[in-house]
């Protein structure tokens, strides 16, 4: 920390939910922080995702037979898993790596590092919540996992088995009879669900909002439409950096730039080895009757959030770079998906159409910490799916790397030096 009089400065690169929540621990340790962002604030995966907080989300998606999957899927357009082929060193690397770490040993290895993260990030946001008075529809109901099929009940009941013993996750088993009069949405002849009621739910435009609003209001300069655009470096620091509204000078430097980190790699003379993984969403009208709980339909892949002015549904994960379309068959195919399981899955108007590239590394753990050759410069990326979830412990996490305090869990997995 600056030894002077004067606040130490920190510059925030990156105004999505992490970014935001790196600049209000730094805040909170008395630094001077600025954030800038390329687009408008909290915009990407921060904005339409389904807003689920899921210590549930234990298990990595280094899977066994999540490799097999993927395959399959270059031959599948509609698969909700997708890989598609194309042209790409990177990705191929990527998936090689992926590929060797889906097995049952290092799923439960990661499996173990990111239930660290998770309950820390639960802890946090209920403390968060409160604090700052952030009024963004935050529930903890718990996450509903509805199953259609009795292969389907019965191989998630083998996730739930694992969830149980290895992490102590527990879950609810409900009957398919029960379900309708546990969610009155639900139809009749479904196989049966999990109910996970440690997980909790967010509407996530109100959280950014609102979080952001409080940020400002204690002294967190954000700047919307501001690109990175170079670094200036000495002796092994981040001297400046070169944006589209003009130099910027700090003491420290935070990329929270989700799946486009990957590009500054080379000015931060660090691996940073992710791949987008594109998500969907749309969020319309409640239907009648509307969910009352937030629900995901493992066999379809598709989530359900319900919210006091709407109603969400989304899914998917597509590895195909950065590609900005959103096919109507995908949107198409998120609607079709919630009909097996609900009476209403959906109303006609949609208020948006949304996609996102979630910034996924090939062992499922995000990247957090100082850059291996930079003094000064901290990376807060790669949290897969669950960027959301992972928010707060990440911003705690790099308050405490820049103090140079003892961290509050085990940093080091998530280091970017294991690259």
């Known amino acids: 920390m600056s030894s002077s009089s004067q606040p130490e400065t920190a510059i925030v690169v990156g105004s999505g939910i992490i970014g935001i929540a790196c600049a209000h621990y730094l805040s909170k340790a008395g630094l001077q922080v600025t954030v800038i962002d390329r687009n408008s604030l909290a915009g990407a995966c921060s904005h339409g995702n389904c807003g689920y907080i899921c210590p549930s989300h234990v298990l990595p998606l280094t899977e066994p037979g999540a490799f097999r999957t993927a395959l399959k899927s270059l031959f599948t357009p509609h698969a909700p898993f997708r890989v598609k082929p194309r042209f790409s060193p990177p990705l ?49 109901q718990g996450l509903l996992y509805v199953l259609q099929t009795e292969k389907g009940m019965h191989e998630f009941s083998q996730t739930d088995q694992i969830l149980s013993d290895h992490f102590g996750v527990k879950a609810q088993c409900i009957n398919g009879a029960d379900l309708p009069a546990f969610d009155p949405a ?60 003009g130099v ?28 987008p993984g594109k998500g969907y969403s749309i969020t319309m009208q409640r239907p009648t009757p509307c969910p009352q709980y ?40 998120l609607r079709k998906s919630a009909e097996p399981y609900l009476i209403a899955p959906s109303t006609e108007n949609a208020q948006e159409t949304w996609f996102g590239w979630r910034p996924m590394t090939w062992d499922s753990l995000p990247i957090i910490g100082r850059t291996p050759r930079l003094m000064n410069a901290y990376l807060a990326t790669g949290h897969n799916m669950l960027g959301m979830s992972l928010a707060t412990a990440t911003g705690k996490l790099i308050a405490e790397l820049i103090q140079g305090k003892p961290t509050h869990i085990d940093a080091n997995p998530f280091s970017p030096t294991r690259f």
């Open 92 to 140: 191929w690397n990527w998936m090689w790596q992926f590929a060797r770490r889906c097995n049952h040993r290092q799923m439960l290895a990661s499996g173990k590092h990111l239930k660290t993260i998770l309950d820390s990030s639960m802890t946090e946001y209920r403390r968060l919540i409160v604090d700052e008075q952030l009024d963004c529809e935050w529930k903890e």
């Open 248 to 275: 910027m000078d700090a003491h420290r430097f935070v990329f929270a730039t989700g799946a486009w980190s990957p590009q500054i790699s080379a000015e931060l003379d660090c691996r940073i080895p992710i791949q």
């Open 294 to 333: 937030p629900m995901l339909f493992p066999e379809h892949k598709v989530g359900v959030s319900p919210f006091q002015n709407g109603y969400r549904l989304g899914s998917m994960m597509e590895f195909s770079g950065y590609d900005t379309s959103i096919p109507e068959h995908r949107i198409a195919q």
């Open 186 to 245: 639900l139809k009749q002849d479904l196989a049966g669900a999990f109910h996970y009621p440690e997980d909790a739910s967010v509407r996530p435009d109100l959280l950014n909002s609102q979080w952001v609003a409080r940020l400002k209001q204690n002294g967190v300069k954000f700047i919307e439409n501001c690109e990175l655009q170079g670094l200036s470096k000495s002796a092994g620091r981040i001297t400046q950096l070169k944006t589209s509204c």
